[in-house]
T-cell receptor, first 109, second 114 residues
Framework: AQRVTQPEKLLSVFKGAPVELKCNYS??????LFWYVQYSRQRLQLLLR??SRESIKGFTADLNKGETSFHLKKPFAQEEDSAMYYC???????????FGQGTRLTINP | KAGVTQTPRYLIKTRGQQVTLSCSPI?????VSWYQQTPGQGLQFLFE???????NKGNFPGRFSGRQFSNSRSEMNVSTLELGDSALYLC?????????????FGQGTRLTVV
């Protein structure tokens, strides 16, 4: 079955430090991978998707098919990055997202 | 343009009752998906509708059902409510049903079953 694993429930780093949120997936085909973010008192929103190969708010994520990973990285964390981050997978031509359990990122001043 | 709107925002029901939740997608979006979010299970896919047809269904009992209207608005229904159905129910809409399309989420309906 398709599965997304985010091993860290909580992650705390200092402002200016690098950030890496881990995401591993299991799917035998070619998945579409996303990072969604939920800031305090806001709705869940798309941060980035692997197909776009873009950097959003300084975040990047590279799909590593060999390691079945899609880790989210940012070289210098900012306080406004504090939020809940969800890695998600979509497949089989469907708008059906399989989410990881999420990682709560806290950036300390 | 207006975002995804879910009504009501909060709901308290008694075990055994049924409930209907509503979702109005972003104008022009034809795909609507529903998710259940609980502290223990996280975000779980319930079902997806596209052009009034259910395209995908998650692993939930038959008590959970939904439908989509010709204006793309969607409703989900839960019958014979159980305590474990207490959750935040999220609706998401997207322009198409291809897997790399961005999903726009509503604020959710928080259902409490007592």
């Amino acid at each position: 079955a398709q599965r997304v694993t985010q091993p860290e429930k909580l992650l705390s780093v200092f402002k200016g430090a690098p950030v890496e949120l881990k995401c591993n997936y299991s799917y035998s085909g070619s998945p579409e991978l996303f990072w969604y973010v939920q800031y305090s008192r806001q709705r869940l929103q798309l941060l980035l998707r692997h197909i776009s190969r873009e950097s959003i708010k300084g975040f990047t994520a590279d799909l590593n098919k060999g390691e079945t990973s899609f880790h989210l990285k940012k070289p210098f964390a900012q306080e406004e990055d504090s939020a809940m981050y969800y890695c998600a997978l979509s497949y089989q031509g469907a708008q059906k997202l399989v989410f990881g359990q999420g990682t709560r990122l806290t950036i300390n001043p | 343009k207006a975002g995804v709107t879910q009504t009501p925002r909060y709901l308290i029901k008694t075990r055994g009752q049924q409930v209907t939740l509503s979702c109005s997608p972003i104008s022009g979006h034809r795909s609507v998906s529903w998710y259940q979010q609980t502290p223990g299970q996280g975000l779980q896919f319930l079902f997806e509708y596209f052009s009034e047809t259910q395209r995908n269904k998650g692993n939930f009992p038959g008590r959970f059902s939904g439908r989509q209207f010709s204006n793309s608005r969607s409703e989900m229904n839960v019958s014979t409510l159980e305590l474990g159905d207490s959750a935040l129910y999220l609706c998401a809409s997207s322009f198409s049903q291809t897997p790399n399309t961005e999903a726009f989420f509503g604020q959710g309906t928080r259902l409490t079953v007592v």
